[in-house]
C-alpha cells in the first residue's frame, strides 16, 4: 500500500460522526497506515442498495458507510480498486497524494450502522452564512 500524508478533512455539516461507517478521524487513518498489520488488496463496488461489497481471494464482505454515493465516485476513478484495513475498517481508494473525505472512508458491518449525528453548533454557522444545509 502506498502511504499516503493526511489533509484534515472539511467539517460536515450533516453528519458529525466517526465511528465505523462515517469520518475518519485522525487517530483511525493512523492507526490504519502506520500500526496496521494487515492491508488486503480488494476490488470494491457500491451495490444497488447502497452497500459496498468487498472481493478479495475468493472471500466478499458486504459493508455500510453513510455516504455511498462518495464511495462509488471514488471507485469509479480507480475501477473499484482499493486497500481494505480490517483491523480498523478503513477503505483506501489510491487516487491522490494526500488521503482526505475523498479517498478514504470507514465501513462498518451492516449490524454496526448508526444514524449521523450532527453538530449543532457547525450547524448554526453554516446556516447563519445563509447556506441551506438541511
Not at 104 to 133: I, N
Request: proline fraction near 5%; include cysteine.
Amino acid at each position: 500500500m502506498r502511504k499516503h500524508f493526511f489533509r484534515a478533512f472539511i467539517a460536515d455539516p450533516v453528519c458529525a460522526s466517526s465511528g465505523p461507517g462515517h469520518h475518519v478521524d485522525i487517530g483511525r487513518y493512523f492507526m490504519a497506515v502506520v500500526k496496521s498489520s494487515v492491508s488486503i488488496p480488494v476490488h470494491a463496488v457500491v451495490d444497488d442498495d447502497g452497500f459496498v461489497r468487498l472481493d478479495w481471494e475468493g472471500q466478499s464482505a458486504k459493508l455500510w458507510n453513510h455516504r455511498p454515493d462518495d464511495v462509488d465516485y471514488a471507485l469509479r476513478g480507480t475501477h473499484g480498486v482499493a486497500e481494505w484495513a480490517p483491523e480498523w475498517q478503513v477503505l483506501f481508494v489510491p487516487r491522490a497524494s494526500l488521503a482526505d473525505e475523498r479517498t478514504v472512508f470507514t465501513l462498518a458491518h451492516p449490524d454496526e450502522r448508526t444514524e449521523c449525528a450532527t453538530d449543532s453548533a457547525l450547524l448554526d454557522r453554516v446556516g447563519s452564512a445563509g447556506v441551506d444545509v438541511r
